[in-house]
């Protein structure tokens, strides 16, 4: 019966105990030695394992690499045939398409846009966020600022219109 690491170490302890409280005899020594091999036998199985998880691990990894890859492609996919539909709508003057099984509409959004080709620091602090070397604009603090009637220098709303496919 092949024994459990755990099981490995207590004998070893127990054989430890009896030399430490007696002679080492011919019997204790046998003991110790099968316990031995019974370690390196058990050591190697365990680092077997962790070889095969390891190699299991890097299949996983290129997988992932994979996937996100395929992803990424299908994603270019949709975003060209969004744009595509988008522009012949807009071409014809269409602003919804409806079957039994499908609706494309455009979605009426704003968003802020800068009008300066080199993004500066804007003069107040409260549009921006700090990254460390950098400012970014915070678009979401510029965006209620003018929509509350302050001008925000360098930005406007911009209009869009997002085609939603549902």
């Not at 207590?10 to 409280?21: A, C």
């Not at 058990?42 to 095969?52: D, I, L, R, S």
Request: hydrophobic share 35%; glycine share 4%.
């Amino acid at each position: 019966m092949k024994k459990s690491l755990y099981n490995i170490e207590q004998e070893y302890l127990e054989i430890t105990n009896q030399l430490e409280d007696g002679e080492a005899t011919p019997e204790l020594e046998t003991a110790l030695a099968i316990n031995e091999s019974e370690l390196q036998g058990k050591a190697v199985a365990y680092a077997y394992v962790m070889k095969e998880r390891a190699a299991n691990i890097l299949a996983i990894k290129a997988e992932k690499k994979r996937l996100d890859a395929l992803e990424k492609s299908e994603q270019s996919i949709i975003d060209k045939l969004k744009q595509t539909i988008h522009q012949a709508m807009d071409l014809y003057g269409i602003n919804e398409i409806k079957t039994e099984t499908i609706k494309l509409n455009f979605r009426r959004s704003e968003g802020v846009v800068s009008n300066n080709d080199i993004i500066t620091k804007p003069i107040d602090d409260e549009f921006c966020t700090y990254i460390p070397e950098q400012w970014k604009p915070n678009l979401t603090a510029i965006k209620k600022a003018i929509k509350e009637g302050r001008e925000v220098e360098g930005y406007d709303l911009e209009e869009r219109f997002n085609l939603q496919v549902k």
